[in-house]
């Protein structure tokens, strides 16, 4: 059983920040990362960031690129997510997850092993 739990969310005005944070207990066999997503309403659930967890490489949708940054902590088994200029379009629910490892090509939508909860993010104009 892995679970994960996500906080940081809430209300921020356009162009202001936010960091958001994930705490896993326990953990799968063969993580390969841990993940960003998020879920506007009506849209589709969608890719944002994430970090390997034993070469720290990046990935990010260019859509947050000098934006968004995310960081981990292998001690803590946690993730971290800081959002920086923030757009009214950009409100969704932001998940956590780990994703597993596999071939290459496989995309990050498909590795992923286990989901938050989701946390809030409203950007107001």
């Known amino acids: 059983q892995v679970q994960l739990v996500e906080s940081g969310g809430g209300l921020v005005q356009a162009g202001g920040s936010l960091r958001l944070s994930c705490a896993e207990a326990g953990r799968a066999d063969n993580v390969y990362a841990m993940g960003w997503y998020r879920q506007a309403s009506g849209k589709e659930r969608e890719f944002v960031e994430a970090?390997?967890?034993?070469?720290?490489?990046?990935y990010y949708d260019n859509s947050v690129k000098g934006r968004f940054t995310i960081s981990r902590d292998n001690d803590k088994n946690a993730a971290y997510l800081q959002m920086n200029n923030l757009k009214p379009e950009e409100k969704a629910v932001y998940y956590c997850a780990v994703e597993v490892g596999g071939r290459y090509y496989i995309q990050h939508l498909d590795r992923v092993h286990t989901w938050g909860k989701g946390t809030l993010v409203t950007v107001s104009s």
């Open positions: 970090i390997s967890w034993n070469g720290g490489h990046t």
